[in-house]
């Protein structure tokens, strides 16, 4: 009898991965450190702030082509306002997506909200009152101005930053996403730089903002592409995930050149704007990623360079309008 018995080996205990944020794995490890100084500037997405500068760039240009003297004040302000509203709306994806659950699945850089490193409340108490001091300096410039409708065209930027991932039914997970990006960070953002500063919008401002608005798209596309299998599964119909990998590599690709063929373009009447092709040396390597990346963090690096070209590209249209 003793010697038939035999121990039995326990099986070994499975290791299991979380999906996506590491913070909110479920396993009992301790609580996660509470957010440091880092960790919310981290927050602020600060990648992402060229596109807040890229159009009031170019917007500045465009309205140095109607009027030689430059506007520093009134541009300094809608810089202001756009800086403001890119964090303010970072802060605020981060707290409603975070309360959604969806940042559980997300891949990139850890969020406040999603690893439990900040209340819900503190962050969406910081995004407010980063909306509320592009509202501040959106009023001074309306006052200065004296074009009280401007009110009524800065409320509607503040409720598209939250409704973008925001509310009900937020349009960041219904693929109009790049819709808005376009709209407000692209037309919106570079027409209303240039009618801020000279009361009329010419033609260069629209050509230029339809490009500042389709890198932004970019940025976002890239973004997007990492995260397809999280917000598929997360429930989050980004236009990624509706059109897929490949779809989303091509749509990226169109969005890029057709911003290169409108510097091309605007090079016959500005031959400084050539220049903008320079722009390829942050750009090309993007591309390069998006195409054959093998891991979806590598997609953070072309995200980051897509950012940075967009500023090169704007800082060199702004160039070949003020020349």
Known sequence: MAGNTKKRRSAP?????PRGNPQRSGSPVTAPRRAGVRDWIAAARLRTL???IAPVL???GAAHVIDPNLHWVLALGCLAVAVFLQIGVNYANDYSDGIRGTD?????????????????KAVLAVALAFFALA???GVVLTVRTQHWWLLIVGAVCVAAAWFYTGGKRPYGYNALGEVF????????ATAGTTFIQVGVVPQEAWFGGVAAGLLACAVLLANNLRDIPQDREAGKRTLSVLIGARGTQ?????????????????????????????SLLLLGPAL???WMYGKPQELVIALSLTSLGALAYSALLFWAFSA
Do not use: Q
């Open 13 to 17: 205990a499975r290791k299991t991965h």
């Open 50 to 52: 060229p596109l807040a």
């Open 58 to 60: 170019i917007g500045t």
């Open 104 to 120: 559980d699945y997300r891949v990139g850089p850890g969020r406040l909200t999603g690893s439990r490193k900040a209340a819900p």
């Open 135 to 137: 509202g501040i300096v």
């Open 181 to 188: 990006v376009f709209v407000f960070f692209g037309l919106v």
């Open 250 to 278: 091509a749509l990226y690709t169109v969005f890029v050149v057709v911003a290169l063929l409108i510097a091309c373009f605007l090079g016959f009447f500005y031959p400084i704007a050539w220049l903008a092709l320079m």
């Open 288 to 290: 390069l990623i998006v």
